[in-house]
């Protein structure tokens, strides 16, 4: 298991020195939970709703919604806030990347109809979250939490501190956490349902370069 803290000394460790892109990172992430959904539960024909916040963790959700339309699924995205409240440059580039090819992209308002969903994935907000989850996010959550259908968090469930495992106020209650490259300290089955760890692309013995 490891903290948040040394996620983030692990992704600013493969950026930096071992000269491996935010953006491939981002790539790895996204294409690798889509695979695991695929290969659980044939994404060809389902309806996958795709909820994504305006950092990297939705960044991460853009990539499995372009993914998961290479694998057959009908998918929307759902972006938290409007487009221009995203934060980093590799979201940027994946938003745009979901815009040109055409993908339904909601942003700042939800689809008209929710009914009919197979598969919702959580993108919102990741590891981060310390404080309350607020406004927006806390809308969302909510609409998430009350659809009836299989419901996926990618890295860590929105709103639930991946070190403690405290809910901050209001989180998402997934079946299943696809985690990225280790499981974090405050995950378990109570607040991720089943977790599964999946490759970002850094082997773990280059965790220890540097050191």
């Known amino acids: 298991m490891i903290s948040v803290e040394e996620m983030k000394k692990i992704d600013e460790h493969a950026q930096n020195v ?14 690798n939970a889509a695979r ?17 916040g305006t950092g990297n963790n939705g960044g991460d959700g853009l990539v499995f919604a372009r993914h998961a339309t290479k694998y057959g699924a009908s998918v929307c995205v759902v972006l938290v806030k ?3 409240y995203i934060r980093t440059s590799e979201a940027k580039t ?4 979901t815009r040109n090819l055409k993908i339904n992209i909601y942003a700042g308002k939800l689809p008209e109809s929710l009914k ?14 310390k ?24 890295d860590c469930p929105s709103g639930i501190n991946a070190d403690t495992g405290r809910t901050c106020k209001v989180a998402v209650n997934p079946d299943i956490t696809i985690t990225f490259h280790d499981i974090k300290k ?5 607040n991720c349902g089943e977790i599964i760890v999946t490759d970002i692309g850094i082997n773990k013995e280059a965790e220890k370069i540097g050191d």
């Open 18 to 31: 071992l000269g491996i892109p935010a953006l491939i990172l981002m790539e790895n992430a996204g294409a």
């Open 36 to 52: 695991i959904m695929h290969e659980r539960f044939n994404l060809e024909e389902k309806n996958v709703i795709v909820f994504c």
């Open 82 to 84: 409007p487009e221009k």
């Open 94 to 97: 994946n938003y745009n990347i």
């Open 116 to 129: 009919d969903i197979d598969i919702a994935i959580d993108a919102m907000l990741g590891i981060g979250v």
């Open 131 to 154: 404080d309350d989850v607020k406004g927006p996010y806390a809308m969302m959550v909510d609409v998430f939490n009350k659809l009836n259908c299989i419901k996926v968090s990618l």
């Open 186 to 190: 405050g995950l378990n089955q109570s």
